[in-house]
């Protein structure tokens, strides 16, 4: 049983910064990505960023480039996404998610996770 718990999620004003965090506990992989998605109210749930846990490579979305850092402690299995300069649409439930069948590319869909976290809202004012 893979347990994945979002934390760090709140409510700032634009400009602004906060750090997600998701911890991992149950089964461990050897290999796998680490990923944050978002979903907006009335939108579908879109891919952030990923890492992999080996080897540290990552992949971002154009529209957070620059501004969010993805991380992660594999001592301590933990994942981390630092986001700068937060805007009014960064605004939806933010969620960590482990892609355990793939450890070549990092991939983008929501399909390609198979292991999700419950999501902590994030919520940015203008």
């Known amino acids: 049983q893979v347990q994945l718990i979002e934390s760090g999620g709140g409510l700032v004003q634009a400009g602004g910064s906060l750090r997600l965090s998701c911890s991992v506990s149950?089964?461990?992989?050897?290999?796998?990505?680490m990923a944050w998605f978002r979903q907006a109210p009335g939108k579908e749930r879109e891919f952030v960023a990923a890492i992999k846990r080996s080897g540290g490579s990552t992949r971002y979305a154009d529209f957070v480039k620059g501004r969010f850092t993805i991380s992660k402690e594999n001592a301590k299995t933990m994942l981390y996404l630092q986001m700068n300069d937060l805007k009014p649409e960064d605004t939806a439930i933010y969620y960590c998610?482990?892609?355990?069948?793939?450890?070549?590319?990092?991939?983008?869909?929501?399909?390609?996770?198979?292991?999700w976290g419950q999501g902590t809202q994030v919520t940015v004012s203008s």
């Open positions: 998610a482990i892609d355990s069948r793939n450890t070549i590319i990092l991939r983008s869909r929501p399909s390609d996770y198979d292991y």
């Open positions: 149950g089964r461990t992989f050897g290999s796998y990505a």
